[in-house]
């Protein structure tokens, strides 16, 4: 561990947050010192510690304790990448961007770690019975997983979360289409609905998104059912139909057909009438027009 001079360090690190509150971490390096140094790469590039330089910064250090690290572009982006993912205040996004990431470099640097996540990792554990020898070769296939150190594993440790939920997360970085990500990012959408989502290819989970935003999720997990099984087209029809609106507009469509049905047989065969019916039949008819005429012109518009 080294000092050197704080305006030497150069901060262009995507991963590091150099801009959020950190009067709390000054006031803990203030009672208690400086806990963890700085990491910089060999260009004096900041590469883990970005609040800590944003605190030292603000207290007008000059000298600063740095750890320099030559570890390779991959690698020293990993080592942001671990200390990004136990920060508190990232975005779902963000933090599954990492998780993704992360992955992707750490099985470059262990290729022999290398894991294929699945849809079928966002599934439950099975209560079905299992017989001896099913229960013997799924120990034997788990003791085996065991061994081999892999970055779901190695994350689960260091943050505290399920190896299921980091899988879940990777594969919503990975397979969800961008316009699920932005919906998400715009709170219409949350991550139970886009785990439904991501089991659609991404063009036609842009094709639903419209039909599906701010809907709970076992609606999601309906219509991504109804689509699996029916395709896209058919299953928002079959959406759309339990919709009021639709049904009010489909009940009109229908009134009408035999509204028009009833007036042509009475022009046509000239079965005009004098009296209170025909009387109040207009008036209906006259009121009906205006609502036409609205209607009419609102769309026109």
Known sequence: ?????????????????????????????????????????????????????????????????????????LKEELISIDENLVRKNLTDLEFENC?????????KLNPSSKEEITLKDLARPSKKKVSEEELNA??????????????????????????????????????????????????????TQANELIKL??????????????????????????VQTLGAKD????????DPLIADFKAIKNTTKRLNRSLVKVITENRLVEGKESEDALKELMSLKSSIDELVQFYEN
Request: charged share 30%.
């Open 235 to 242: 299953a928002i029809e079959k959406v759309l139909a339990k």
């Open 138 to 191: 799924e120990l034997s296939a788990a003791v085996e997983q065991a061994e081999i150190r892999t970055f779901v594993k190695d994350t689960a440790d260091k943050t505290g979360l399920s190896e299921r939920a980091i899988k879940a997360a990777i594969l919503r970085d990975r397979d969800s289409s961008n316009s699920v990500k932005t919906a998400r990012l715009n709170g219409e959408l949350g991550a």
């Open 1 to 73: 561990m080294n000092l050197m001079p704080i305006n030497d360090i150069i901060v262009n690190n995507k991963y590091l947050r150099t801009t959020t509150n950190v009067d709390t971490l000054i006031e803990s390096i203030e009672n208690i010192g400086l806990i963890s140094p700085l990491i910089i790469n060999t260009e004096n590039k900041l590469i883990a510690g970005g609040r800590r330089y944003s605190a030292l910064k603000q207290m007008g250090k000059e000298e600063v304790p740095v750890i320099q690290v030559d570890e390779g572009e």
């Open 99 to 107: 998780l993704n990431r992360g992955k992707e470099i750490y099985e």
């Open 201 to 226: 290819p991404q063009n036609v989970q842009e094709e639903i998104l419209p039909f599906i935003k701010e809907k709970a999720s076992n609606v999601v997990r309906d219509l991504v059912k109804e």
